[in-house]
């Protein structure tokens, strides 16, 4: 069993920037970032395994970083210049695989944080 706990978001105003965190306790592997904006699906944004190896969407693309701290067992989002698109609840996830999948699908995430809201005012 792995528990989730994400903290960091907040109103930011465009060009502006956040740091995420994201607590976990239990066995964690591939961890993920997620986000959720309001009437549209959830949609993978960055993912890292534990050697530090990570990918991440061409939307975010350099402008968020995805980083962990494997002693702490902490995942953390960098994000840097924000946009009004950006607007979003962002969710951390994990499952127990080696390597992070090829594809964004939320299903092959097995464990889920209750989400941390991100508004980005223009």
């Known amino acids: 069993q792995v528990q989730l706990q994400e903290s960091g978001g907040g109103s930011v105003q465009s060009g502006g920037s956040l740091k995420l965190s994201c607590a976990a306790s239990?066995?964690?592997?591939?961890m993920a970032w997620f986000r959720q904006a309001p009437g549209k699906e959830r949609e993978g944004i960055a993912n890292?395994?534990?050697?530090?190896?990570?990918k991440y969407k061409d939307s975010v693309k350099a402008r968020f970083t995805i980083s962990r701290d494997n002693a702490k067992n902490t995942l953390y989002l960098q994000m840097n210049g924000l946009k009004p698109e950006d607007t979003a609840m962002y969710y951390c996830?994990?499952?127990?695989?080696?390597?992070?999948?090829?594809?964004?699908?939320?299903?092959?995430?097995?464990?889920w944080g209750q989400g941390t809201q991100v508004t980005v005012s223009s």
């Open positions: 996830a994990t499952d127990l695989r080696y390597e992070c999948p090829l594809s964004w699908t939320s299903s092959l995430y097995r464990w």
């Open positions: 890292i395994e534990s050697d530090g190896a990570s």
């Open positions: 239990g066995d964690t592997r591939c």
